[in-house]
């Protein structure tokens, strides 16, 4: 490296001893485009001499070759690692750097400052315990330094840095620095930002970074790096009620139970009762395990292995907690939510929520509203876009253990998967438990699924026909129905345009309401099955997620899928009501197969092509496959 402490050469012991025991501060850069993010950086990592001579001399080549300095040492080049942005001189992912000083570690996230890559700039954030906003005081308060202020806000981000940057070439004005500070302050204080720290700097030239400038002989603050070492982080979070989410179960042999995870809150000893939530069960802390031998305390930050007195139930995605102040359970939410993905997000539509290393299915009901984050208007809202921010409800297939965000960042935090990508679409944070989670309780009932199968002798299931219109589904779902009811079976025929004169009336043929649509229909042939029947569905349920999400409401063997597989060139010849020509002339909008997608199941039960068999012939082949005790896994017409 560039240089080396003095202590490594007298006493290596010490050295060692003193870097182990440094506290770590994780903390963002953010802010417009421009504004010197990646150089405020490259410049902490150059004064703090934690660049090798290799990668000085690399800088140095980088620098004249796509530099912006002129020849210059470019600092941004040390953290701007993908080439797109090296060419366009911007950074698009999160880059994370590790430094150190005599005093402290870091690891600094350098987020994005386009608002396109403001998702990315919400994932650096999450584990952050400080924020340095940016401002180029040539231009003062953005719309993009407001966005990123308010996501510090809404993250939760107690320690707030206001960098005023470039100020060597607005002539280290105070009456700049102090109208651009005196803006940003009338913002904070309306989304709830108590306190900050305001800087003037030159990133690029290294005034106040490391010490302090000449040039602004009005400014008696400390500089950057004093802030940074001195922000007093994480101590707060032992003095809590204790959390550690479980994240694994360990069992290395038979004598050896215990329980793994990173203490979210608190403070544990041997001894301590503890409640596991979310099922109740209390037992006492037996020992506090790590590699280093067992603990006689562990606090919030460790990660340790607890075994417990008592052999009870624990899961990975369980909380232990303190037994006299454990963390709330439900299933249903207030949460604020932060949309990642190109596509939006659709009330109705199920998901996968990970809250720690819980994993549920979750539902979001139609944004409360969403949140104008230049102005903080509150907006009404059907769907949330890709970088916007929304209050929804959240509803959940299962209970589980939380604190409000505001309280734990670690239990009240969540990410929301979808179900068919794995890809990560949001990312929210709890408000509250709904009350309704607390006070609607499942009934008891004498008579169950069961017996009302066995009653019309029969198995309950779901016939769940899929297609574009004009493929014939409702054709051979009625004469799938007419020959179980010849029979002697008892059935229920759900078809499209019926349910939409009823349940569904309310319903148009947005992607919204379209999920919607099939949500109810799913939930009521749960219900159908549940009374023993077997229930043919004729929809054309065009998103693989929501017959995904009517399969996983059944048990498994219940939910029978039938692609009816007729090309959109067919279906069109067969447009008996005329929907495809209205299609066609741009009169019917959202219409599937022309201006709304269709996404044929990926592995159905059965497959019918209506271009090599009649109508009777798929009904004839799908009753007969019903007829069957045991089902194929697999059986393809």
Request: some cysteine.
């Amino acid at each position: 490296m560039a240089h080396q402490s003095d202590l490594i050469a007298t006493d290596i012991a010490a050295y060692l001893d003193a870097h182990q025991n440094k506290s770590l501060l994780r903390f963002i850069t953010c802010g417009s485009v421009d504004d010197g993010k990646s150089t405020l950086i490259g410049r902490l990592l150059y004064d703090s001499k934690m660049i090798f001579e290799d990668q000085m001399a690399a800088l140095e080549a980088d620098s004249r070759r796509v530099g912006t300095q002129g020849g210059d040492i470019d600092f941004a080049l040390l953290v701007d690692g993908l080439a797109a942005e090296r060419e366009q001189g911007i950074t698009i992912d999160v880059a994370y750097r590790f430094f150190s000083t005599d005093r402290r570690k870091f690891i600094v996230a350098d987020t994005p400052g386009h608002e396109q890559y403001t998702r990315n700039m919400v994932t650096g954030a999450s584990t952050a315990d400080a924020a340095v906003i940016l401002i180029d005081a040539r231009r003062g308060v953005l719309t993009q330094t407001r966005r990123h202020a308010y996501l510090v806000s809404l993250l939760g981000i107690r320690h707030v840095i206001l960098a005023v940057n470039k100020m060597d070439l607005m002539g280290w004005s105070q009456a700049v620095f102090d109208e651009i500070v005196a803006d940003f302050s009338a913002f904070a204080e309306r989304i709830g930002v108590e306190a900050f720290h305001a800087v003037p700097m030159s990133a690029l030239r290294g005034d106040n970074i490391t010490e302090a400038s000449g040039r602004s002989p009005w400014y008696a603050g400390p500089p950057l790096m004093a802030l940074l070492e001195t922000l007093e982080v994480g101590d707060d979070l032992a003095a809590e009620p204790f959390r550690m989410p479980v994240q694994w179960v360990n069992r290395p042999n038979l004598d050896f139970r215990g329980f793994s995870g990173l203490i979210a809150a608190g403070t544990v000893r041997p001894g301590d009762r503890v409640r596991v939530a979310p099922s109740g069960k209390t037992s006492t802390v037996r020992r506090i395990v790590t590699a280093d031998g067992d603990l006689d305390r562990a606090v919030a930050g460790q990660s340790v292995t607890l075994t417990l007195a008592d052999e009870i139930d624990v899961s990975r995605g369980d909380v232990l907690a303190g037994a006299d102040r454990p963390p709330e359970a439900a299933d249903q939410f207030e949460a604020t939510l932060v949309w990642m993905d190109e596509e939006a997000m659709l009330p109705g539509r199920p998901y996968l929520l990970k809250i720690g290393a819980k994993l549920v299915g979750a539902t979001i009901t139609e944004p409360k509203h969403k949140v104008d984050v230049n102005t903080l208007d509150q907006r009404p809202a059907k769907r949330l876009e890709l970088n916007e921010i929304g209050v929804c409800n959240l509803s959940l297939d299962a209970a589980v253990a939380f604190d409000p965000y505001a309280a734990n960042r670690d239990l009240g935090g969540f990410i929301l998967i979808d179900r068919i990508s794995n890809r990560t679409v949001g990312a929210g944070m709890l408000h509250f438990a709904l009350r309704r989670a607390h006070n609607i309780h499942w009934q008891d009932l004498s008579v169950d699924k069961a017996a009302r199968a066995a009653i019309k002798n029969q198995r309950g299931r779901v016939v769940w026909l899929t297609g574009l219109s004009g493929a014939g589904k409702s054709t051979i779902a009625n004469l799938v129905e007419r020959r179980l009811h010849a029979d002697g079976r008892h059935t229920y025929l759900l078809d499209g345009d019926n349910v939409r004169h009823g349940l569904n009336r309310d319903l148009g043929f947005t992607e919204e309401d379209r999920v919607e649509n099939i949500r109810r229909v799913a939930e009521v042939s749960k219900l159908m099955v549940d009374a023993g029947l077997i229930v043919l569905v004729s929809f054309i349920s065009p998103f693989r997620a929501e017959r995904r999400m009517a399969r996983d409401l059944m048990a498994p063997g219940e939910f029978v899928e039938v692609h009816v597989d007729t090309p959109l060139a067919v279906a069109e010849t067969r447009d008996v009501k005329g929907l495809y020509k209205k299609a066609r002339a741009g009169e019917l909008k959202n219409f599937t197969g022309i201006d709304s997608p269709y996404e044929a199941p990926e592995a159905p039960e059965i497959v019918v092509d209506t271009t090599t068999m009649t109508a009777e012939q798929a009904a004839e082949r799908i009753a007969a496959w019903l007829d069957q005790a045991e089902p194929p896994t697999d059986f393809s017409i």
